[in-house]
């Protein structure tokens, strides 16, 4: 069983204010990823790190930030949030050289 | 570029009926290739995975998938449907590097929403 957490859950938040949604993993996994999907839609890849002090933008770009300090934190931070970005916010984790990503619950935010 | 086309965004079957969801690839190389299921409000699980060998792969639940290289195609089946299987299943694919490993990253199809009727 992975054992993959966000938080929060659910966000709802007005224009403008800056947010951090926080994903934890204790697997020791290098490779974190995060996704962003909207309803009834993909994922979309915006952003992965290959560990400690290494991020990247992902496929389809994001105004959203992250910061890979500890090998178990990969927060992801929007520093004015917009009604645009509301969507669902998904973390993952996977060991280097093996596809299989774990996923966490998910995070639904709603900007209004 | 790799991309992934799942055909059919919704499929309904009768409680005890085949499951069949479909998933070609475009690929230069075969790739990894992956069937997650998503719940609602919950994130993605991994339900089967084909990396090498036997092309015939067999997940949770009752799930497998075929991996068939001429047909660039890796469906999902179950004999008989249940009503816990209704849920959004993804198929992804995960380039190979030269050593065969994997590059870590998924591309993901849209999707397709699985309903079950008893």
């Known amino acids: 069983e992975a054992d993959i957490y966000q938080t929060p859950r659910y966000l709802v938040i007005g224009t403008g204010k800056k947010i951090t949604l926080e994903c934890s993993q204790t697997?020791?996994?290098?490779?974190m990823y995060w996704y962003q999907q909207d309803p009834g839609m993909e994922l979309h890849l915006i952003h992965y790190s290959y560990g400690v002090n290494s991020t990247e933008k992902g496929d389809l770009s994001s105004e959203s930030t992250v910061s890979r300090i500890r090998t178990e934190h990969f927060p992801l931070t929007l520093e004015s949030a917009r009604p645009s970005h509301t969507s669902q916010y998904l973390c993952?984790?996977?060991?280097?050289?093996?596809?299989?990503?774990?996923f966490g619950p998910g995070t639904r935010l709603l900007v209004l | 570029a790799q991309s992934v086309t799942q055909l059919g965004s919704h499929v309904s079957v009768s409680e005890g009926a085949l499951v069949l969801l479909r998933c070609n690839y475009s690929?230069?190389?075969?790739?990894?290739l992956f069937w997650y299921v998503q719940y609602p409000n919950q994130g993605l699980q991994l339900l089967l995975k084909?990396?090498?060998?036997?092309?015939l792969v067999k997940g949770i639940n009752g799930f497998e998938a075929e991996f068939k290289k001429s047909e660039t195609s890796f469906h999902l089946t179950k004999p008989s449907a249940h009503m816990s299987d209704a849920a959004e299943y993804f198929c992804a694919v995960s380039a190979r590097n030269a050593g065969g490993t994997s590059y870590g990253k998924l591309t993901f199809g849209q999707g397709t929403i699985l309903t079950v009727h008893p």
């Open positions: 697997m020791g996994h290098d490779k």
């Open positions: 993952a984790s996977s060991i280097p050289g093996l596809a299989s990503q774990y």
């Open positions: 690929s230069s190389v075969p790739p990894y």
């Open positions: 084909y990396t090498t060998g036997a092309t």
